[in-house]
């Protein structure tokens, strides 16, 4: 391929579906981290962020997704609450997303927010595939660690494999109903005309690396143009929490979606009351594959570009709003800025 490899924007993969189907676990699993363990009553009740980047992704897919095939320089995971009380965040974490992963546990199938997810995506046209998750749990199931799915799935005796059959019959047909063709994801041809389904285990890691090689596919072929588009230009972003930083007062964990943004930026910023404008004193970047909802280490950057997780110091911000919209003001007239950050509240 050219050169314009480094201008490619990382995708943003949202992460959505009901509560307690495995969607931190399934990043836990990708990331080597283990934050599902850590929430109360493992229930997630913020917007996360995790930059993952293509050795990462690679190391965790092993043949399915080789380093030299990619221009892309990773993907930015978005997870989301399933609780239901939360559903500004899962519109919030659809809205950014470029690509979706639906989680559905094989053994519940379709619930509640399953379907407020699929609405979601429906609304935001956004391409998804579904992670049929906790396939190891089918009765008699024989499991291979971290292996790709079609052989596991073949391994397994006639009996384990007619069980979980049955779950994902039931849960393409419940795709059906909601709209969307879909199949188990080998025998997809086009994953933008039909949704793939894909057994998968966050806990033994089976069905990851399928996971992950279908997500930088569709990333690479349907998306290149898109992100193509405005990478150099003004940062814009959306902020997921306002958090008090020892040394720094009120900060913002804020996904940059397109362009850059820098140390020194004049920023505006959606406010309680009204727009705030202020400079960016200090951004701070977690490292790869740290959640930023919980990461405690962060590296001091000059600059970020889209797509990202980052925290912002800047005076100020103690009137900033979660879901509020971010615009670096760089080659425009602030009052344009201001203007475009009051019509996006
Ligand atoms: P919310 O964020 O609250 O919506 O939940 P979630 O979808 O993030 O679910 P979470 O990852 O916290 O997992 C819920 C429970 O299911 C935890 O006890 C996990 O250990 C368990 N779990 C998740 N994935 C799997 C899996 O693949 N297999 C098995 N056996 N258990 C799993
Ligand atoms: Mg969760």
């Given at each position: ?238 902020v997921?929490?306002v ?7 009120s900060?913002l ?13 004049t920023i505006v910023v959606g406010g309680k009351d009204e727009p705030i404008v202020t400079e ?34 800047a005076p100020d911000l103690d009137d900033a709003i979660a879901g509020a919209p971010v615009r670096?003001v760089?080659?425009?007239p602030l009052a344009d800025v201001i203007e475009a950050v009051e019509s996006e509240l």
């Amino acid at each position: 391929s050219d050169n314009s490899s480094s201008s490619l924007r990382t995708p943003i993969v949202a992460v959505l579906g009901h509560v307690d189907h495995g969607k931190t676990s399934l990043l836990d699993k990708i990331r080597g981290s283990a934050v599902s363990e850590g929430e109360a009553g493992a229930i997630t009740q913020h917007i996360g962020a995790t930059a993952v980047p293509l050795e990462t992704v690679s190391e965790m897919a092993g043949d399915l997704v080789k380093v030299e095939d990619f221009d892309l320089p990773g993907l930015l995971f978005i997870d989301t609450p399933g609780h239901h009380s939360f559903s500004t965040l899962r519109s919030r974490g659809g809205a950014l997303a470029d690509i979706a992963i639906l989680v559905v546990d094989v053994n519940d199938g379709f619930q509640p927010q399953t379907e407020e997810a699929i609405d979601i995506l429906r609304r935001t046209g956004t391409p998804f595939v579904v992670a049929a998750n906790k396939a190891d749990t089918t009765p008699g199931w024989n499991p291979n660690p971290d292996s790709p799915i079609k052989p596991s799935y073949d391994g397994q005796s006639d009996n384990a494999r007619k069980r979980l059959d049955e779950n994902l019959y039931r849960i393409i047909g419940e795709l059906s109903d909601a709209g969307f063709s879909a199949d188990l994801y080998w025998r997809v041809q086009n994953f933008q005309r039909n949704i793939g389904v894909i057994p998968v285990s966050a806990l033994t890691g089976e069905g990851v690396p399928d996971l992950l090689a279908v997500l930088m596919g569709l990333s690479q072929r349907f998306m290149k143009e898109e992100m193509e588009i405005d990478v150099g230009g003004p940062g814009k972003g959306t902020v997921l929490e306002v958090k008090e930083e020892r040394g720094f007062g009120s900060t913002l964990d804020v996904v940059v979606y397109d362009g850059i943004i820098r140390e020194g930026d004049t920023i505006v910023v959606g406010g309680k009351d009204e727009p705030i404008v202020t400079e960016i004193r200090a951004l701070l970047q977690p490292r790869p594959n740290a959640e930023i909802r919980v990461e405690k280490r962060f590296d001091r950057v000059e600059e970020v570009g889209a797509a990202a997780g980052v925290k912002i110091a800047a005076p100020d911000l103690d009137d900033a709003i979660a879901g509020a919209p971010v615009r670096v003001v760089r080659d425009q007239p602030l009052a344009d800025v201001i203007e475009a950050v009051e019509s996006e509240l």
